[in-house]
């Protein structure tokens, strides 16, 4: 009976012991430093091809477990994206280029 015990809490701190973590890791594409922007007005988009202005990848979002979109659209905003695009577990921070910015020569 001893070992009966012992084995059925080996088991269980093994199964709670493996379960997945959940995180969201920003890799930065650039060290340039971009303002928040509002949440409200992040795009998203299905594929690169969609996107309707000249724009300059900020990094990706790695993505484990599961998390609301709420969550994805803050830290993109935190990260200051105009939009975002859903690649499996990444997500992609795109900032888009507004006709007076100088870096327009070494976009996209």
Do not use: W
């Given at each position: 009976m ?6 059925f809490?080996?088991t ?6 493996c ?29 690169r091809?969609?996107l309707p202005?000249?724009?300059f990848?900020?990094g ?7 998390h ?23 997500v ?5 280029y ?11």
């Amino acid at each position: 009976m001893r070992l009966f015990y012992i084995l059925f809490l080996s088991t269980v701190i093994l199964i709670v012991s493996c379960k997945s973590q959940q995180y969201i890791h920003f890799v930065p594409y650039t060290h340039e430093k971009f303002e928040k922007t509002d949440i409200s007005k992040i795009e998203i988009f299905d594929k690169r091809l969609d996107l309707p202005a000249k724009y300059f990848e900020i990094g990706v979002l790695k993505i484990e477990g599961e998390h609301s979109k709420s969550e994805i659209l803050n830290e993109a905003s935190e990260k200051g994206a105009d939009a975002i695009i859903f690649e499996a577990n990444n997500v992609v921070l795109i900032h888009f280029y507004n006709k007076n910015d100088e870096k327009d020569k070494d976009i996209y």
